[in-house]
């Protein structure tokens, strides 16, 4: 399996521009998640989703932030409008229920919001 | 959720074996301790998860002791590439919490 694929590896983008992110979990897994990493907040829980229905989203910073799931192999995570506060690596991982729910994650995505 | 101590940083030499305690004085009665592992520019890495007792994997070992109020990831005969943050989770299955982790540094 190739694993947890995210697209793109790096995005740089202007201040109020859309940005769409992008994540296709392992084949077979129910569980998708989406973090962020910074340096000042570390790894953060943005939402998850089981059999591709969200559901825990407390973690979504505001309203300018939103995921979809519209099939097991697809989802993605859109910022709009961007801002420099934006500026993170977002990671997508996903799992299973029947492998102590490790979760597996993807290689992620440098945002950077000028 | 239960919050986690553990040491922001740790050194240690090639070949010893590394001890990183994590302390969990809230932990639930359903809660699982769970460790990853991150390099940098990459996104964390399962390692190991138990609930109590001893766990071994071909990894590492995990010791609990009785009131699982802590928990011990052990490396044994460590290298260079094990030089990495560390990250000791309490909780769900799904919930990840992340710490600040133990950045370990390993020297030649």
């Not at chain 1, 998640?33 to 089981?50: C, D, K, P, S």
């Not at chain 1, 961007?82 to 996903?94: G, K, L």
């Not at chain 2, 094990?82 to 919930?95: I, M, S």
Request: with cysteine.
């Amino acid at each position: 399996d190739a694993g947890v694929i995210q697209s793109p590896r790096h995005e740089v983008t202007e201040m109020g521009q859309e940005v769409t992110l992008r994540c296709k979990p392992i084949s077979g897994h129910d569980y998708l998640f989406w973090y962020r990493q910074t340096m000042m907040r570390g790894l953060e829980l943005l939402i998850y989703f089981n059999n591709n229905v969200p559901i825990d989203d407390s973690g979504m910073p505001e309203d300018r932030f939103s995921a979809k799931m519209p099939n097991a192999s697809f989802s993605t995570l859109k910022i709009q409008p961007s801002e420099p506060r934006d500026s993170a690596v977002y990671f997508c991982a996903s799992s299973t229920s029947g492998r102590n729910h490790e979760q597996f994650f993807g290689p992620g995505t440098r945002l950077t919001v000028l | 959720l239960a919050k986690t101590t553990q040491p922001i940083s740790m050194d240690s030499y090639e070949g010893q074996e590394v001890n990183i305690t994590c302390s969990h004085n809230n932990i639930a009665t359903n809660d699982y301790i769970t460790w990853y592992q991150q390099f940098p520019s990459q996104g964390p890495r399962f390692i190991i998860q138990g609930y109590k007792t001893k766990v071994t994997n071909e990894v590492a070992s995990l010791f609990i002791p009785a009131d699982r109020k802590s928990s011990t990831l052990s490396l044994p005969r460590v290298s260079l590439s094990d030089t990495a943050v560390y990250y000791c989770l309490v909780g769900g299955y799904n919930k990840l919490i992340f710490g600040a982790g133990t950045r370990l540094a390993v020297h030649p």
